[in-house]
């Protein structure tokens, strides 16, 4: 009788021969349509479509809108719907993850459909319209996406994967920012974009459903070593509630629950920041050039934390103190900046002396984002303690993105001072950054993943003990 060696994926399982088995015939055929790859690159340009294009828009300030006001209140709209669609994994056990992908693209549609009236009729109902469709589809894609990130590639390569998915994402931003600057670079002068800006906007974000369908299903997937995912059973969808509370209220996700608060909760702030202190075209060129520098730092983010010299302890730690140093030091800078744009109130465009300084703030705050964010997934796809759990600890942290970020959004849509709203932002920082690392400390010792079987991560584990 042949003897199997069994390996525990995140979100799924397979089966491998062992070593004196004839490979040829018990390892699956690789097929590129059905490995890893194609399937990330499948993932990566729905979320360029999607919420990468909405990210271009959004990274403007304001949505490219004259004022934040409205547009911030639809947002808070958004995110608070966000906040229970992003608990999907009943409709992912239901209906599976390629149906929920392709559902989850459609409402940015509609988004950037509303953006395009209000810019050029002055229409205010269809804001609030397409914000609440754009959270009810959004929020099943950020789960789906997510959970298909962290089961399908190999535990040795998902670090890779991440940061090639994330620069999708910020792809479309930097396309978006080229459509921004290409149509705004007479705008000298604060003010709105160009209503054809979301014309544009609104025929990229129709390839998201198209391209979504697409995806191979969890049961066809093959790897390049071999392995296939084994597909979770489905269970009835109040067990599956039952079992989604129960990670919810884990001491592990508890502790990191603020840092997931933190991940989002920036972004309406420094939108609000940039619409109202700079032109019209230097807003377009911050959506241009943050991007970029997005996709850099998150590809190197990314090989930093699958470099194997390092324990996978050493690098969960290294990685989490580095960005949190970062991002704490980003605050006192835009703590200075802030208080002085407060008196004086700029309105700020690339031709001016006192430009530097608060504009390139403003991208340095956007890789913050853009490193918490990998970060963020990274870590979580060690807290799962059986393939199952991948989908919900998915789901949860994205639950609490939206949260944070329906709050933020709020807060921005009123008249409140900037100031006040970046000493939010600043305390949340203070208030993530120890009971996380209680957990980050435990990566690769406690937190190994539900591939903790698989050779390489014993391994990994052993040379952090050696290294300790």
Known sequence: MSIHKKIVGAGATAEVPSSGEDVSTNVPKYSWYHGVFFNATIVGISA??????????????????????????????????????????MMANRFGLQNSLVVGTVGYVVYSAALYTNNRYGNEWFIYLGSAACGTSAGIFWATEGAIMLSYPEPEKRGRYLAYWLSYRNSGSILGGIINLAFNYRGKATGKLDWRTYI??????????????????????????????????RIPDLEEAKALIRVLLRKDFLLILPYFIYVTWELPYISSYLSLYFSVRS?????????LAQVVTTLLFGAFLDWTKLSLNKRAKHGYLSVMALIGGCWIWGIVVQNDYAHHNPALDWDDSEFGRGW??????????????????????????????????????????????????????????????LGVSFALWGLA???????????????????SSVSTVQDDNKKGLGES
Do not use: D
């Open 200 to 233: 544009v906007f609104v025929v990229l974000q129709c390839l998201g459903p198209a391209c979504s369908f697409l995806l191979t299903p969890p049961e066809k997937v093959v790897r390049r070593n071999g392995t296939r995912l084994h597909v979770a059973e």
């Open 283 to 291: 807003r377009a060129l911050a959506s241009l050039v943050s991007a």
């Open 360 to 421: 390139v703030l403003y991208i340095f705050w956007q890789i913050n984002f853009s490193l918490t964010y990998n970060y963020g997934f990274w870590l979580i796809s060690f807290l799962a303690r059986e393939p199952k759990e991948t989908v919900r600890y998915m789901s949860v942290a994205r639950a609490a993105e939206s949260a944070g970020q329906c709050i933020s959004s709020g807060i921005s849509s009123t008249s409140a001072p900037l100031i006040s709203a």
């Open 433 to 451: 950054l120890l009971p996380t690392y209680f957990v980050v400390r435990q990566v690769g010792i406690i937190y190994v993943g539900p591939e």
């Open 48 to 89: 360029f479509s999607a919420p990468g294009l909405w990210n271009a828009m959004n990274s403007v300030g304001a949505g490219g809108q004259q004022t934040p006001y409205l547009v911030m209140a639809g947002n808070a709209i958004l995110f608070a719907i966000m906040t229970f669609t992003c608990y999907h994994g």
